[in-house]
């Protein structure tokens, strides 16, 4: 089976790409993926047949066209798009369904999963603590401790402020790309060490199960 994945960032891609063989281990092998970054998540265009500008390259603009080519292309072959964007302070059941409905709204559909990290992704990588431990030995105990697994509560200033030198403050003063940077490193060091079996967060356990339920059921 081949996968196609849509992330909004490059972290996730980094996160993805190191936890794709472990997820489907131990028939990796047998199957293909390929992910596909974006800069950011942007809007479901409130026209669904209006296309967002390409240039922007941000997920949700694009998305409406994107689903609509894999449609076609996808016809006939075990293919299956995975759509992977943070929930960030959207409502989940509401920001669910239109995503359910912009993919009922293409003919033919390709068979597509839905995953929302929830709040971000790098609550991903705080669903294993040890890992972050094993990457970041000096990370501040006593952060990581108070985080709520999968809660809004701005879910990567928490990591950084328990891992990175300056903390969230400092890096939101470096600005755009140094914190797109730190997020890929993160993303790569912490992945490394992560145990897919024992992540602690649902929304990573639901993508992790999907995948491998898809391939059970095809």
Not at 82 to 104: A, H
Not at 173 to 180: A, L, M, N, Q, T
Request: include cysteine; charged fraction near 25%.
């Amino acid at each position: 089976m081949h996968f196609e994945i849509l992330i909004e960032d490059q972290s996730g891609k980094e996160l993805i790409s190191a936890l794709m063989s472990k997820i489907l281990h131990p028939n990796a092998s047998q199957h293909s993926w390929k992910i596909h970054p974006y800069k950011g998540i942007g809007n479901i265009p409130k026209g669904m047949n209006k296309p967002g500008d390409p240039k922007k390259r941000l997920l949700l603009d694009q998305l409406p066209r994107l689903l609509k080519g894999y449609g076609k292309s996808f016809r006939g072959f075990s293919n299956v798009v995975v759509v992977v964007v943070d929930l960030d302070d959207r409502n989940c059941i509401e920001f669910k369904q239109e995503l359910v409905d912009l993919l009922e709204s293409c003919n033919p559909a390709p068979n597509t999963i839905f995953r929302l990290a929830i709040e971000e992704i790098e609550a991903w990588l705080l669903g294993d603590i040890h890992a972050v431990n094993a990457a970041y030995p000096k990370a501040k105990r006593n952060i990581l401790g108070k985080y709520t697994q999968d809660s809004i509560c701005g879910t990567w200033e928490i990591l950084a402020d328990a891992i990175h030198s300056s903390g969230s403050t400092g890096l939101k003063r470096s600005g755009y790309p140094e914190i797109g940077r730190v997020k890929c490193e993160w993303a790569r060091k912490i992945a490394e060490h992560m145990n897919v079996e024992e992540n602690h967060s649902k929304s990573f356990q639901l993508f992790r199960d999907s995948l491998r339920r898809t391939i059970e059921e095809a």
